[in-house]
């Protein structure tokens, strides 16, 4: 049976963005080169802004330090395109604003627009950015081991799941960053401590991703009505849809890739 990439798909921003790519580029210990490079830092002074922006231990816990459609689903009716050093801004598929991400008052800009658009968030708001630890869920909690992580969800237990609750589930609700086809549904938790292989890029599938109720949330909007994460305890016993991945080199993938086990 061949195993290959159906998807591939990137978030400049934690929680705010979402772009499907044909390919990208990795990096040993990193990942996705520019996935949760941004994120908002939300009731931090700055000196607490910079902390936080340049430590990954400085995260741990501490979820509501950042802006996340956890707690602020409202952010779900937004999306963000960075290229180039431009980081824009859209409502469904209107620009808002761009900013080049090099010069700190746009910086200030863009988290005043957020604050202008939705009453409801609070200042001070200030737009962080890390190439090197970037903002990933695994950066932040206090139950994982390792920092930096890619996310793969195999598209057959995503079907399985709608299936099984008679209701589409759009893919795009887990915001994996790579989605693959080829195998049984559920397959992808017995590849657990093993390395896989894509594009001659080693990958170390480290553990299964347990969800939050992010994924509630129906696309493109704050109606979080969903009630997904109780449908996978109610299915499956677990909370869980996914695996974690930490890349072992450098490299590119790119969609139709096979996966090598």
Not at 56 to 76: H, M, Q, Y
Not at 130 to 143: A, C, M, Q
Not at 225 to 231: A, P, R
């Amino acid at each position: 049976m061949t195993i290959s990439i159906s998807s591939i798909n990137y978030c400049p921003v934690k929680s705010i963005s979402f772009q499907s790519v044909q390919h990208c580029k990795i990096k040993k210990d990193i990942g996705i080169m520019g996935d949760r490079m941004f994120a908002f830092a939300k009731g931090l002074n700055q000196g607490e802004v910079k902390l936080f922006e340049n430590s990954p231990d400085e995260r741990k816990g501490k979820w509501n330090n950042i802006l996340t459609l956890k707690n602020s689903a409202v952010l779900n009716k937004y999306n963000f395109e960075f290229n180039n050093d431009k980081l824009t801004l859209f409502f469904k598929n209107e620009k808002l604003l761009s900013i080049d991400v090099n010069q700190q008052t746009d910086n200030q800009e863009i988290s005043n627009k957020i604050l202008e658009l939705e009453k409801s968030l609070k200042p001070p708001l200030a737009l962080m950015k890390n190439e090197i630890f970037p903002f990933f869920d695994t950066s932040f909690s206090k139950k994982i081991g390792f920092t930096n992580s890619i996310s793969l969800l195999n598209i057959q237990s995503i079907i399985d799941f709608e299936n099984k609750i008679n209701n589409k589930v759009e893919p795009s609700i887990f915001r994996g960053n790579i989605y693959i086809d080829g195998i049984k549904p559920w397959a992808e938790r017995e590849w657990l401590g093993k390395v896989i292989t894509i594009n001659d890029v080693n990958f170390k599938v480290e553990k299964n991703i347990p969800r939050c109720v992010a994924i509630n949330l129906k696309p493109q909007s704050d109606d979080n009505s969903f009630d997904l994460l109780q449908l996978l305890k109610k299915t499956y016993n677990h909370f869980d849809m996914g695996v974690f991945l930490t890349a072992l080199d450098d490299g590119e993938i790119s969609i139709g890739n096979r996966i090598k086990l």
